[in-house]
């Protein structure tokens, strides 16, 4: 039987351990001495591993809209972890929250009792936008937004352009930001028209499954006539060993079908559950889990606007000889 391991590269970065980390099939596991998916590569190969700070692209403040179309897919798990690690790599973030609702950012970051105002209050005049930002205490340049109370409708007139002004506002507050990455709710209703309307780019977070890819390829066509050109892909949930089985669709199978730059491609973690449960994102454990590297060197890769390439490596089955035939 042939097998097949997953490979990503990297345009730009160089070329360094941190890049063998990236690999997630069993044959680089080994080659990393890693004894299971959950054990960390240890320190030495963390984001900073590159000595250098990565290249801010682009003009700032970047917008980013995180979404998805489908449904629970991790869209609000990729903005907590990239949020937080680019805010690790000294940028400063506003998440946003536009999950009007069904909020569930807040607890993913463990900010939930600190959330007092949002943007709704803001917007009624009942407190001004700074009150409304909940500074993380972990890294103080992570600061998050909340649309709305949780369980509350979207109010009428809460739209596109509500959106934009309070985007606008955040970026000519005391401090711009570098990134302001917007947390889409699932669907294509009024929540994802209003929460794409001020984003210049859109990160798409699908899984390797056919629903959510029909979902993925109907949301890349509205972004597109959203005017948003820039997206690029996250593979989340990736199981090599259902892929070596072929029982999962592989990575490049994804970005074939979808024609999507790759951000990153995050394998399926039962550190992330753990960590979404607790408040505490998974780029923030120590040591880091290999689905927390993968979020550091998606956000590493935004920063850079650089994107990967999945490649699927056929192995020729084992040539059976001579000595096979006793079991050599
Ligand atoms: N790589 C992963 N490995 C394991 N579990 C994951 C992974 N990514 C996300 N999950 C889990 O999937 C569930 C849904 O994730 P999340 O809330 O981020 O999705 P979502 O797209 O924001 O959902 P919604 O559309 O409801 O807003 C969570 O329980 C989360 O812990
Ligand atoms: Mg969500």
Not at 20 to 43: A, E, I
Not at 272 to 298: C, D, H, M
């Amino acid at each position: 039987m042939t097998s097949l391991h997953l490979l990503h590269l990297s345009r730009n970065a160089p070329s360094s351990p941190y890049l063998l980390s990236s690999f997630f099939s069993p044959f680089p596991l080994k080659t990393l001495n890693l004894k299971s998916k959950h054990t960390s590569p240890g320190p030495a190969l963390c984001v900073l591993q590159w000595n250098r700070k990565p290249e801010l692209a682009g003009p700032t403040p970047r917008v980013a809209v995180i979404t998805s179309g489908k449904g629970g897919v991790g869209k609000t798990t990729t903005t907590a972890n990239i949020g937080l690690s680019l805010a690790r790599l000294g940028f400063s973030v506003i998440a946003v929250d536009a999950d009007v609702g069904l909020r569930n950012l807040d607890l993913l970051l463990g900010l939930e009792n600190r959330v007092n105002y949002t943007a709704i209050d803001v917007l009624n005049g009942d407190c001004r936008l700074d009150q409304a930002l909940v500074r993380d205490k972990r890294w103080s340049n992570f600061q998050l937004l909340c649309i709305s109370k949780p369980r509350s409708k979207l109010p009428l007139g809460f739209g596109g352009k509500a959106l934009i002004w309070i985007v606008d506002s955040l970026k000519s507050g005391p401090s711009t930001p570098d990134f302001i990455l917007i947390d889409c709710p699932a669907g294509i209703d009024a929540g994802f028209i209003t929460a794409i309307t001020p984003a210049n780019e859109a990160i798409l977070v699908t899984t390797p499954d056919i629903t959510a890819l029909r979902d993925a390829d109907r949301v890349t066509g509205l972004l597109e006539c959203d005017g948003i050109k820039d997206i690029k892909m996250i593979v989340n949930r990736v199981r090599t060993d259902l892929i070596r089985g072929e029982d999962m669709m592989s990575v490049l199978d994804v970005q074939e079908m979808l024609g999507l730059a790759l951000l990153g491609v995050i394998p399926e973690d039962a550190e992330v559950i753990r960590s979404t449960n607790r408040g505490y994102p998974l780029v923030l454990n120590k040591p880091p889990t290999l689905a927390g590297l993968a979020f550091e060197q998606a956000a590493w890769r935004l920063v850079e606007q650089d994107s990967m390439k999945a490649v699927m490596i056929e192995e020729a089955p084992k040539k059976r000889g001579f000595f096979s035939f006793f079991g050599g």
